[in-house]
């Protein structure tokens, strides 16, 4: 990557991309060129090769069936591991995250192979959907706000010994293991279950994914009171009593 650009890779937004998940690539684009970054932004659908010299990849969610579609390809593509071996960032929704794992259990009651670029492992809940606002703390390492999100998804998460969790819950399921985590995280690999978008609700995880990209420990500020309003509400609609 030169010093000045950003390639922003989106993945499949033919099968995973549900509840806004492109607002996610439009702040992460939005924030960089706020830096005065040149994005250069690749939408990669299902019938193309993921290209392995992007700097951020983006993966939504998705119904049952896309998501055994889309991880079908990711696996038999490759290109997403290359890109990972080469230093990429990679930040995943809901289907996107349990995709990025071991394996999770498909539409057809199957347990299915993921890529494994992050130790967590996914099966189907027994209770009903985690449907709902979220929030969350995120893990202390990452210096960042409180997690507003909403969720809504069948899958459960196991997270392994090299993942770790993304926040804490004090609202909501997240991962629906029971332990309280949401999300998971190794390195340049992220997961959640949030959508909202997500980055759009949480915007300085936007500016993390372009620091770790940039390798740079601060980006220049910009103005927040847009998406300041937008948490405001969020979490306020949250937590108020029904
Ligand atoms: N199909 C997955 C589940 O229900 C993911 C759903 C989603 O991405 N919203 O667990």
Redesign the pocket.
Known sequence: MSDTSLRVVWVYPDL?S??GDQGNVLVVERRAQQRGLDVQRIDVRSDQQIPTSGDIYLI?????RP?RLASERLVRDGGLERAHDNGAIIFS????Y?ILGHE?VNDLGERQPGLGLLDVT?G?GEDE?CVGDVLADMDERLGLPQLTGFE????VTHLGPTARPLARVRLGKGNGTGDGTEGAYNGTVFGTYM?GPVLARNPLIGDLLIKLALDVNALPPVDDRWYEALRGERIASATQPA
Do not use: I, P
């Open positions: 995973l549900t509840y939504g969610g998705g119904e049952d998501q929704v809901c289907a996107g349990q999770f996914s189907r959907r809504n998804h069948q899958g959508h």
